[in-house]
């Protein structure tokens, strides 16, 4: 068998929050037509999921690659407490500049995560409703 | 020389079919206790770094384990493996083992290590990729909960 064995630990998160998608560089129109009733003025909401592996070497002394308690107060800290229950196009200023689609949010969440210093962060994912989900690894083409 | 006899088509298709791997998943559930404590470290030290997951009794979970096997399927029988030896196999080596079982006290290949789900997917990838001879283990998923779950791999794969 090639390759050695890697082990990579899991976790769910949760937030609700309000967008509305919107492109600066698209008139009303077209605007209209791209996002549809997700380009309603006022904005919507979801419930969001976000599940991020991390990976690393698992510390014999604890059995883990990160202790549950470090990595969740991070990924609160780095990301729910300023997504949750907020409006994205209004309170998280990424979003001023870019729309805040769900492959946008994922993108974000991964900036905010990739310098986590106990573990290397090996993918995003974030679903949108339990019906899509958008999943980012860092990869540039 | 013996492609350049079969026409373009024949030729394309037997590189296609060359190409294809498949990816199947059994996901098995299995039911049991542990608890975390790391003899070496002071009573203090332990419930810090384990907090109730040290509750000396033990306390359980209902665990899912999500295995995936890749392969090309076989162009007779059209399967990577034959998902009834995969359940066979699941059934003899982990839920015989680790269903309704006390972790710490009843699996000899956890004996010495700390069942975090990390170190149980370790057992269990250790335990299930020799067995699987058709195809290869190309990954597995352990959940412990349904927001916390480890995975096993080999560095290489595609960890999709």
């Known amino acids: ?141 | 020389m013996e492609g350049a006899r079969v026409s373009g088509w024949h030729l394309s298709r037997i590189e296609q079919v060359a190409q294809i791997m498949v990816y199947l998943t059994r996901r098995i559930e299995f039911s049991a206790s542990h608890l975390y404590h790391n003899p070496a470290l002071s009573a203090e030290e332990n419930k810090r770094i384990f907090g109730k997951c040290n509750n000396p009794h033990g306390h359980g979970h209902n665990y899912t384990l999500e295995v995936t096997v890749a392969g090309e399927p076989d162009p007779v029988t059209g399967m990577v493996l034959d998902l009834k030896e995969l359940k066979e196999i699941l059934e003899r080596e982990i839920t015989q083992r680790m269903d309704h079982r006390f972790l710490n006290y009843e699996v000899a290949e956890l004996n010495g290590q700390i069942p975090t789900c990390e170190n149980i997917a370790r057992v269990i990838w250790n335990l299930l990729e020799p067995k699987i001879t058709q195809g290869r283990l190309h990954k597995i998923r352990l959940y412990e909960v349904p927001d916390l779950f480890a995975e096993c791999y080999r560095n290489g794969a595609h960890a999709g």
Request: a negative charge; glycine letters at 6%; aromatic letters at 8%.
């Open chain 1, 1 to 141: 068998m090639s390759g050695h064995l890697a082990i990579a630990l899991g976790r769910r998160y949760r937030f609700a929050a309000s967008h509305r998608l919107h492109s600066n560089q698209l008139s009303e129109q077209e605007n209209s037509r791209v996002y549809g009733k997700c380009n309603n003025p006022y904005g919507h909401g979801h419930n969001y999921v976000v599940e991020i592996i991390v990976s690393g070497t698992v510390n014999p002394a604890t059995g883990m690659i990160v202790n549950l308690a470090d990595l969740d107060g991070f990924v609160e800290r780095e990301v729910i407490e300023s997504f949750d229950h907020k409006s994205l196009n209004e309170d998280v200023l990424a979003f001023r500049e870019r729309v805040p689609t769900t492959e946008n949010v994922c993108i974000e969440i991964f900036q905010r995560l990739k310098h986590f210093p106990l573990a290397k962060l090996e993918r995003v994912r974030v679903e949108e409703t339990a019906n899509n989900a958008f999943e980012y690894a860092g990869e540039e083409i």
